[in-house]
């Protein structure tokens, strides 16, 4: 028996919805059937499009609170509903904590855990009115879930976002379902900047279990299954969409309980490798994502 998510009839606003992971988690939806609107400070470079259907763009910056209401009241007003908000818009330069001042830092935090929780508030006052209620998801990273240095202030604002949508899980139920997406690397328009050329994104991606990075249209698959009835029992969850996480540095380190390489599989992306054939440590591809 196949499984099938029909969103059809209902309105899903995706944040930063204009490119990678957010461009990737809209056409998820338009796939779904549901009406979406997505925003940013931006226009998209050309229109999100699945399905031979198209989400709408309203340029919006999460970062006024006054704007972002605003956004919500016109949608209630213009569409009578909304069904899901999905909080993926955020970011971060590479920045070593003591390269610049707590100011700067201040505003990464900002833009990924307050914008967020003002965006939720304003969608929350919409929902709770609905005799269905809704939906609220958070696109988290493993970067709030270890040490995250050179984006340190972006870890530590994806592990209060996690935090925060159990809290509102509680408060919200049992009208309004709140869970978090926590993403390891995905591939984007943006990995060469991050990992190199197609050889360096190959590389990165055999660091990972799963052999490679993730593509946003798997992003976007679990964000619909959470935005769905199937999903109905599931609220202050994290679900981890990173392939099987990060292989301990210290296996590699050791000099003892070394796993053999099955020749035959050697040239396998999830392959074991010699020490000499280490990939370099990289940041998280959510990191640099900015919408």
Same mark, same amino acid.
């Given at each position: ?47 999100? !499009?699945? +399905?031979? $259907?198209? *989400? %709408?763009?309203?340029? @919006?910056? &999460?970062?006024? /609170? ?33 390269? !610049?001042? +707590?100011? $700067?830092? *201040? %505003?990464?935090?900002? @833009?990924? &855990?307050?914008? /967020? ?33 050179? !984006?340190? +202030?972006?870890?530590? *604002? ?5 935090? &925060? ?127």
């Amino acid at each position: 028996m196949s499984l099938t998510l029909d969103l059809s009839g209902q309105l899903a606003v995706v944040t930063g919805g204009t490119r990678g992971v957010g461009a990737g988690i809209a056409r998820a939806f338009l796939r779904a059937g549901a009406e979406v609107v997505i925003c940013a400070r931006r226009p998209p470079a050309s229109p999100v !499009t699945a +399905a031979g $259907r198209s *989400a %709408r763009f309203h340029p @919006l910056d &999460l970062r006024e /609170p006054d704007a972002v209401r605003a956004f919500f009241d016109r949608l209630a007003a213009t569409h009578g509903r909304l069904d899901c908000l999905v909080n993926n818009a955020g970011g971060t330069p590479y920045r070593l904590l003591g390269q !610049t001042d +707590a100011d $700067r830092h *201040a %505003r990464v935090v900002a @833009l990924n &855990l307050l914008a /967020p929780l003002t965006a939720s508030l304003a969608a929350y006052e919409v929902m709770r009115q609905q005799p269905a209620g809704g939906s609220v998801l958070m696109i988290g990273s493993v970067s709030g879930t270890r040490p995250s240095p050179g !984006t340190a +202030a972006y870890g530590a *604002a994806k592990a209060g976002l996690e935090n &925060l949508a159990r809290s509102m899980a509680v408060e919200w139920a049992p009208l309004v379902r709140v869970n978090t997406l926590v993403l390891g690397m995905v591939r984007t328009e943006l990995s060469a900047l991050h990992y190199g050329d197609e050889a360096g994104i190959a590389a990165v991606g055999a660091t990972v279990p799963a052999g490679r990075l993730a593509e946003p249209a798997e992003i976007g698959d679990a964000c619909v299954f959470l935005a769905s009835d199937r999903a109905a029992y599931v609220t202050g969850a994290s679900l981890l969409v990173h392939g099987g996480g990060e292989r301990p540095a210290f296996l590699d380190a050791a000099t003892v309980n070394r796993p053999t390489v099955n020749h035959s599989m050697a040239n396998h992306p999830t392959a074991f490798r010699e020490v000499s054939d280490e990939t370099p440590s990289i940041a998280d591809a959510e990191a640099p994502k900015e919408n």
